[in-house]
């Protein structure tokens, strides 16, 4: 199979001789193996995984689109990085401002991007540990 990862900026990864690839959804985690029925399906954010050469590498998508035919595999996201791209001190403050944010309860507070903005921090913050390759 191959697998292509886009952002509005660039195209983050494109490989072939894939043998799988797990994505978590929004309605759950999935898994394509080569022949897979077509789908179209919205991401959620996390870390998808992809399987070449029997090594699963980790990429963190910021939501997205995937969709594939059971040959090729293409995802849409408006962000996704590699784990040698992550700025783990960036994530990690991005962390504690989501967190401080969350903690607050004036009207002022926009849950939904504080909420969003420590999900897209920890999928990073996973993404740059060694346990998740």
Do not use: C, W
């Not at 490989?15 to 898994?31: C, K, L, N, R």
């Not at 849409?76 to 960036?90: F, K, M, P, Q, Y």
């Not at 420590?118 to 540990?129: D, F, H, Y």
């Amino acid at each position: 199979m191959r697998l292509k990862i886009v952002t509005p900026e660039r195209v983050v990864l494109e490989e072939s001789d894939i043998e799988a690839v797990y994505a978590h959804t929004i309605d759950g985690d999935v898994g394509i193996l080569p022949k897979h029925v077509p789908l179209v399906t919205p991401l959620d954010i996390s870390v998808l995984r992809y399987v070449k050469a029997g090594q699963k590498e980790p990429v963190a998508v910021m939501g997205g689109v995937l969709r594939t035919n059971g040959k090729v595999i293409s995802v849409l996201t408006n962000a996704a990085e590699l784990s040698g791209e992550i700025d783990v001190a960036r994530a990690q403050q991005a962390k504690e401002r989501a967190e401080a944010e969350l903690r607050q309860e004036t009207a002022q507070t926009d849950f939904t991007r504080a909420k969003l903005a420590l999900m897209r921090s920890l999928v990073r913050l996973k993404l740059s540990s060694p346990a998740s390759k």
